[in-house]
């Protein structure tokens, strides 16, 4: 028995599904470029898998460096997606649907990296499985790998539900794709038929894991954090640790997803279904989260300098005049004095200064996490720093290589995804459902008109 | 890898462990699971009645 | 059950390192390339180095300098961090106080080496290695069991490694013992830098043992114990100076 099947009426559907229908010259180029790149990250790590860890420049004490600087940065920025499409989507902000697949497309394929980061960083990969079978709970790592596994499995459900209507309208409409394309289609559309029922059960399920996602973002990134919050080394040992982690990570995801979109809007040309309105939302949410960060700073440096106990000091002057200061400033100049100048006097309707802030709001993020990680480190209480070498740390091209690797991969497995499936919601999109009513009344209207296949 | 030894250490190890970890992501793998099914299949019989409470 | 605790008499320490040296032989502490030291990358279970420890501290100017030196093993805490952190429970503590440490487990993410407060922790970067002659003369001693390694046995490469407190002394003391059919005594075990110090600074023995030379010199006035402020109350103790 055959179901009439229903899809949502989009205007946009046909500019939604062109990069779908073919994939440019160029773009394939693009893929061997990044390929390339993630062959070079493999082969660093292939020595590093042969002779050892000192392949890097990491030392005593700077035990953790650019790797540990990897996976907190890219679970960072896996925040972006959960807080588009999760919080802003239980704040009822409809504008939000256009950019949801495409935040949470960074959620999914920058988790992945953030996870290996940590298994890059290892002394004994071989003996990950420790983890799981001699596990104590009472480790922070312990903590993370439960927090960071739950939330890589939930954004790959949640991104799955929330693409499967629109899979269905790939395997009705896209009749010109490869035999197996169509198959995959086929199979990962789950028989999805597009009844009223089926879209009122998967609005109320998306709405139930938005709640749980936006809990996960506070408990993954806090989690995170206590890493180093749970050491007792000045420097990390913060109360403010998880808030400030946590802020960092939606403002360095939301700025992320302001740069993809801006890419997706030129090169798929989807300036009526992407509109600038859009950019000066987001801008408005940098703004505050901007603010948020200067916050952070300011409440954690004037309280340790205040106090001024004796361990703390160092590592603070570290920061600000010792061998971290190039970057310390530079980080403040490119997360906070710089965007706010654009943000308030540039940005507005202008997507490429838009573009620009966000740019130099992920540089300094990156920074930033290396400013949290390496200078307490190179502070200790109590090992000797005036003797040869100690308390430096000058990352090799390996450390180099396979981090310039983990963004290729990003970024392959972004735009490849881009070519099979859209990157905007079609049924998120369409017509009827402007506004957040309801999903009942307005469907049952749409599928008024009926497609047969 | 001595995976025998690691599967015995599995149960008979002091504290929880990796059984946490299981526990939680195949926990939401269960409910995520019977989520899915929930949705495909729609309702059915009830149709009628869901639209006149509404 | 014993409380092993080390005392080091800092009036007696003239900083001349044949701890160092004894604990380095003992224990197969691996040597490494002077660029590799010069890094910052040299293994020492047990250190000696100058006090104050950083520039942003006083030294004095010439002529009224303050240099003092300090020998350094591992503090072997009663609360301590490094335990706390492990995944896998590769390093803890046992009944005795030792904080243990196993290559066989160790899975090298170094959470334990960043939460040490003191740096008593090393890491293999690489495959150990000797030169020759050095290869022919390690210490074969291993302490070794089903899943556990630990001790002078040579390590892997990508493991933590620390001051055990010569662990495999114990063990071979406590051998011998029960082979020769009597009790164990503590004064039968020894680690190799408090029998080596030249200057006889240095003291092991049972806290728990109230005529023990460690309890004794334990409730001296002389008696410090480094970063008590953080809390982690190590059971080496020292002897202040004076």
Request: charged share 20%; net charge neutral; aromatic share 12%.
């Amino acid at each position: 028995m055959k179901s009439t099947i229903y899809h949502p009426q989009n205007k946009n559907e046909d500019v939604i599904l062109a990069p779908v229908r073919r994939v440019t010259f160029e773009e394939r180029w693009l893929w061997a470029v990044l390929l390339g790149l993630m062959g070079l990250g493999a082969y660093a790590y292939l020595t590093q898998w042969n002779s050892g860890l000192g392949v890097t420049g990491l030392n005593r004490p700077v035990y953790w460096g650019v790797y540990i600087t990897n996976f907190v940065f890219f679970i960072g920025l896996a925040h972006s997606g959960t807080f588009i499409s999760a919080i802003l989507r239980l704040a009822g902000a409809g504008w939000r649907k256009p950019l949801t697949r495409a935040a949470e497309a960074i959620t999914l394929f920058s988790l992945p990296f953030g996870v290996g980061s940590i298994l890059i960083d290892m002394g004994r990969p071989d003996r990950v499985l420790n983890i799981m079978f001699y596990g104590r709970f009472q480790s922070p790592l312990l903590w993370d790998i439960t927090a960071v596994s739950l939330y890589l499995f939930s954004s790959i459900v949640f991104f799955y539900l929330s693409l499967l209507p629109d899979i269905a309208l790939c395997r009705d409409r896209l009749t010109e794709v490869p035999e197996w394309q169509q198959k995959m289609y086929k199979i990962l559309a789950l028989g999805w038929t597009g009844r009223p029922e089926q879209f009122q059960r998967l609005e109320r399920v998306l709405d139930g894991m938005a709640i749980f996602m936006t809990l996960l973002v506070v408990t993954v990134h806090t989690v995170v954090s206590w890493v180093f919050g749970m050491t007792v080394q000045p420097g990390w040992h913060t109360a403010l640790i998880g808030p400030f982690f946590l802020v960092g990570a939606i403002f360095s995801g939301t700025a992320a997803v302001v740069i993809v979109l801006a890419i997706l809007r030129r090169v798929y040309h989807m300036e009526d279904i992407l509109p600038v309105s859009l950019f000066n939302s987001l801008r408005k949410l940098l703004i505050v989260f901007t603010v948020a960060w200067l916050y952070m700073m300011i409440a954690e440096f004037l309280t340790t300098s205040y106090g001024a106990l004796a361990d703390e000091m160092p590592v603070v002057w570290q920061k600000f005049t010792g061998d971290f200061a190039g970057l310390f400033w530079t980080m403040a100049l490119t997360i906070f004095v710089l965007p706010m100048i654009i943000f308030l006097f540039l940005g507005k309707n202008h997507i490429g200064w838009m573009v620009t802030a966000s740019v130099l709001i992920n540089i300094g993020m990156w920074i930033e996490r290396f400013v949290v990680i390496v200078p307490t480190e190179t502070r200790p209480r109590f090992v000797s720093t005036l003797m040869e070498g100690m308390g430096n740390y000058q990352p090799t091209w390996v450390e180099g290589a396979i981090t310039v690797s983990l963004f290729a991969g990003m970024v392959l497995l972004y735009v490849v995804f881009t070519r099979f499936f859209p990157i905007v919601p079609i049924w998120e999109t369409a017509e009827a459902a402007e506004t957040e009513l309801p999903p009942a009344e307005p469907r049952r209207r749409v599928f008024g008109m009926r497609r047969n296949l | 890898m001595h995976i025998t030894e690691l599967i015995s250490a599995f149960f008979t190890s002091s504290g929880p462990g990796g059984v946490v970890i299981i526990t939680v992501v195949g926990l939401a793998a269960g409910i995520y699971f019977f989520l899915i099914r929930w949705i495909l299949r729609g309702s059915g019989p009830d149709k009628e009645e869901r639209y006149r409470f509404k | 059950m014993a409380k092993w605790s080390m005392v080091i008499d800092l009036e007696k320490c003239v900083a001349c390192q044949a701890c160092s040296i004894a604990c380095r032989f003992e224990n197969n502490t691996p040597v490494v390339a002077p660029e590799q030291a010069e890094m910052g990358r040299a293994i020492c279970w047990n250190d000696v180095f100058p006090l104050p420890i950083s520039s942003t501290e006083e030294t004095g100017e010439y002529p009224n300098v303050t240099t003092r030196y300090i020998t350094r093993p591992c503090m072997h805490c009663e609360n301590p961090p490094c335990t706390k952190v492990c995944p896998v429970g590769a390093t803890f503590i046992n009944e005795e106080g030792i904080v243990e440490q196993n290559y066989t487990r160790c899975i090298g993410c170094r959470f334990c080496t960043v939460a040490c407060p003191y740096g008593v922790r090393y890491f293999n970067w690489f495959e150990p290695q000797w030169e020759a002659p050095l290869d022919e003369h390690l210490n074969p001693d291993r302490v070794e069991g089903r899943g556990v390694l630990e001790g002078p046995a040579v390590r892997p490469r990508g493991v933590v490694e620390k001051c055990t407190y010569c662990i495999h002394r114990l063990a071979k003391a406590r051998a011998r013992a029960g082979a020769e059919g009597r009790e164990f005594r503590p004064d039968e075990y020894v680690p190799a830098c408090v029998q080596t110090c030249t200057g006889k600074a240095r003291f092991f023995g049972d806290l728990e043992d109230p005529n023990s030379a460690v309890s004794q010199l334990a409730k001296s006035t002389r008696a410090f114990r480094l970063l008590e402020e953080v809390g982690t109350h190590p059971k080496t103790i020292y002897l202040r100076e004076g």
